[in-house]
């Protein structure tokens, strides 16, 4: 069982939640908006990460910033795309919380322009009617999304996952070894990196990194979708989930000679994915 969170609901798209069971470390206390310190964020990377929530409803964005600012994160609010662009151009911005719904400029759209200018991480905010957009924002680059009524901790978690990754250390990765050669791509653990044959950069999203990675590490098996979201992104899955289709979708798009007749990341009926090219591991 769930208490709403006691704030107004923005044009029936969000009421946060939280679990009365929840502990006394990790629980809000909404009344006077009192924070339990550190849920791991401050453990998972060297700095204090710079959240940047993009979201219009006012109540919201204070709200959510006051939970995460409780638990060692910098945050700044923008109520619209240009006032993101001021603050973007003025600060160094680790992760973009990214409302769907805007005045102006709506978050797709900001979506597809962010990612078109560099890497950098963003978690959208759906409304739970929203499944398309869901599936559009993930095509166009967005690291992951959340779907409202959310409750915060689960916003925490998921924000503290894609630094998480995003913060990997560089150097060899967890089975020794630092570059993935395969079907004449390069891919380096270390700097994050894809090189495509005649060594230019491919560009990749966080997502799309880890997703490939997970894949060159475990070539010719066969991953379910369940497997591979629990590897890239460590999450069970949800009713509808669809992030992993879209992902692969992406990378077939950078990697694959005929995307609609893929060679190297084959679709296993009932199964899953098989990454099929021969992988030298260094």
Known sequence: MTEAVPCRESRGRFLATVSPEADSNTRM????????????????VSTTPHILIVEDDREISTLVARYLRGNDCRVSIAGDGREMDRLMA????????????????????ICRRLRAASGIPI??????????????????????????????????ARIRAILRRGAAAPGRDDEGVRRHAFGGFVL???????????????????????????????????????????????????????????????????????????????????????????????
């Open 90 to 109: 003025d600060s160094r911005v680790d992760l973009v919380v990214l409302d769907l719904m805007l005045p102006g400029e709506d978050g797709l759209s």
């Open 123 to 156: 978690l959208m905010l759906t409304a739970k009617s929203e499944e398309i957009d869901r599936i559009v924002g993930l095509e166009i680059g967005a690291d992951d999304y959340l779907a409202k009524p959310f409750n915060p901790r689960e916003l925490l």
């Open 29 to 44: 206390h909404f009344d006077g908006f009192k924070q339990k310190p550190d849920c791991g964020i401050r453990r998972t």
């Open 188 to 282: 380096d653990a270390g700097l994050r990196q894809l090189l495509n044959p005649e060594g230019a950069q491919v560009a990749l999203t966080g997502a799309e990194f880890d997703l490939l990675h997970a894949m060159c590490l475990r070539p010719g098996r066969v991953l379910s979708r369940d497997q591979l979201l629990d590897l890239t992104q460590g999450r069970a899955p949800g009713p509808f989930e669809r992030s992993i289709d879209v992902l692969v979708s992406r990378i077939r798009q950078k990697i694959e000679r005929d995307p609609r007749n893929p060679e190297m990341i084959k679709t296993i009926r009932s199964g899953g994915y098989l990454f099929t090219p021969e992988v030298v591991s260094t």
